[in-house]
């Protein structure tokens, strides 16, 4: 599958790159506005974890030509409406739940891919969270949604989320800036320049919050690099800057740390001790 308009998509080579070392998260949230798009991408994601090749999805173990022809059993599509409304309804999320149970048919994992995530209610988010909270090990979610903003906070906190809308739309100079900065002071491994840069961090949440979620953007694209791909990313330097200064797997670690924060940060923590614990977690992704 290396020739197909895949390659040189940044976030398809990311997932693909993780597959390859089976840390795929077991939940996931697409953001997208364009449907098909978003089920295609969750569709990539899927070939990603059946595959049993080693450049993955490799389009021809078993496991892929089965998916790509006819689909796989152990890859449930749905879009959870039942009967004549048209959101995703909380009878469809405990139909799931207790399939999920179920080990699956020929795979070592099992996939959910739900569709119409953009209109599930309260309730059927909070049966999805329960199962999100302490799936089984096999299994996983791809939830796709037109806008992030639809998702609960405590299930948000539980997915990662990988946006195709327009990666740029509201991210200040200001917030550029200081994930630059952030970075530096990561590799720096001096915990005073760490403090100093988090400072601006303490009475402002939304500012945290998207800094991170550049610092996670960047973490993503240095394990994408570090598996030979070459294409352009939006924090270039930073990105070869981590990639020449740390191994993948505290590329992964600082990822994992990122995505804690983040969530932390929208269960409204305390802000000065999630600026000591980034500190404190920052150094110890990075093994020192
Ligand atoms: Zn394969």
Known sequence: MKNNSYAG???????SALACRGSVPHGILIECENEDEGYEFARFIAGCLLCTGSDKPCGECPACRKFYKNGHPDVIVTDGIR?????FTV????????????????????????????????QAQNAILKILEEPPEY??????TPSKSTVLETVLSRVCVYSLNTESAGVSEKEKEAVKALVMAILSVSELKLLEETAAYQKNSQFAETVLELLSEIFRDAL???SGYN??????????AVCSALTSKSIMNCAEVCGELIASIQRKCNNNLLITRMCYEFKRAIGR
């Open 9 to 15: 998509n940044k976030l398809y080579s990311g997932i």
């Open 83 to 87: 009967g004549k409304s048209s959101s």
């Open 91 to 122: 009878d469809a999320v405990r139909e799931i739940r207790s399939s999920a149970f179920v080990v699956p048919n020929e795979s070592d994992k099992k996939i959910y891919i739900l569709k119409n995530g953009g209109n599930m209610n309260e």
């Open 139 to 144: 299994v996983y979610f791809i939830i796709i």
């Open 224 to 226: 994408v690099k570090k």
């Open 231 to 240: 294409g352009n990313f939006r924090f270039e330097d930073e990105v070869n």
